[in-house]
């Protein structure tokens, strides 16, 4: 990686999730939606204030203390810039729709949010419900999700 961010764009995202192995480097090419021409912002890219200045399937990680951004690297050089950053793999906790909406997002697959019973979930997988604002860990997938979301899950994995 870089000493620093770079001042460069990335290729465009997608929607799938991308591949743990190959992360990039941290880059701060904007603030506020200024300069216009780097926003909506993709992978590893900052400042964002929220979801919408970022490319569809991507969201804002909102940072303190150096919290590392999944999928980048870097985060040891910037205390607390937002930056926009993708699920980095399918057993990664992720939201993907809630009440039936989108439609296309159901039902959902492990690791996929937010549920609110087991016919939310694809197959034999079940909502695995972790109380208002609760980040309890979910069997077989990583990170921490949003809280007051529950997450598809197989039950059939140790818990």
Not at 40 to 57: H, K, V
Not at 89 to 109: I, R, T
Request: include cysteine; proline fraction near 11%; charge should be negative.
């Amino acid at each position: 990686p870089t000493p620093s961010p770079i001042n460069k764009l990335t290729s465009a995202p997608t929607t799938e999730p991308i591949d743990s192995s190959s992360t990039l480097p941290l880059q701060t090419i904007g603030n506020g939606g200024s300069p216009s021409k780097f926003f909506p912002l993709g992978q590893c890219q900052g400042d964002c204030d929220n979801d919408g200045e970022c490319q569809p399937g991507l969201i804002c990680a909102q940072r303190a203390n150096f919290d590392p951004v999944p999928g980048c690297t870097g985060h040891e050089s910037d205390e607390s810039t937002d930056f926009c950053w993708g699920r980095p793999h399918k057993n990664y906790l992720w939201s993907v729709g809630n009440n039936g909406f989108p439609a296309h997002s159901f039902p959902m697959n492990a690791c996929d949010g937010d549920c609110d019973s087991d016919d939310d979930c694809i197959g034999a997988l079940e909502c695995f419900e972790r109380g208002r604002r609760s980040r309890k860990p979910v069997p077989g997938c990583e990170g921490k999700g949003n809280s007051n979301e529950d997450y598809c899950y197989d039950p059939s994995i140790n818990q």
